[in-house]
């Protein structure tokens, strides 16, 4: 569930701009310091329940830190952290797929 709607946040929001873990960093602060007030579906509301409860944001201004409360917040946090650069490097896989070797001149334009 996690990961599925993290999974949608970083097809949407990411692009050459914001790499993958950029938009993980901002989907986490954005759960993490939302309020449950917020209107959102019963789904979005778990997730940040969950997010809340598992992780926790040590913010020592400028660094931003993500760290687990417990073990399987660790996992949590290392998932969606390996999500996002697998995700980021099959982006680059299909860019590079799509290119010829004629693409890359070694030639010196004069």
């Given amino acids: 569930m996690i990961l599925e ?3 949608q946040t970083l097809q949407r929001c990411f692009n050459k701009e914001n790499g993958a873990t950029s938009v993980l960093q901002t989907w986490l602060l954005w759960h993490l ?4 007030d917020i209107k ?4 979005a509301r778990q997730v940040r329940n969950v997010l ?3 992780i926790e944001l040590c913010d020592h201004h400028p660094i931003i830190l993500f760290q ?10 290392k998932s969606l952290y390996d999500y996002s650069l697998s995700y980021e490097d099959w982006q680059y896989r299909r860019w590079l797929h799509s290119v010829k070797a004629s693409d890359f001149s ?5």
Avoid: P, V, Y
Avoid at 68 to 77: A, P, R, V
């Fill in 68 to 77: 687990g409360k417990s073990e399987s917040g660790d996992i949590l946090l």
């Fill in 5 to 7: 709607a993290f999974a």
């Fill in 33 to 36: 310091k939302s309020d449950n």
């Fill in 40 to 43: 959102d579906d019963d789904q």
């Fill in 52 to 54: 809340k409860a598992e």
């Fill in 106 to 110: 070694t030639e010196m334009h004069r």
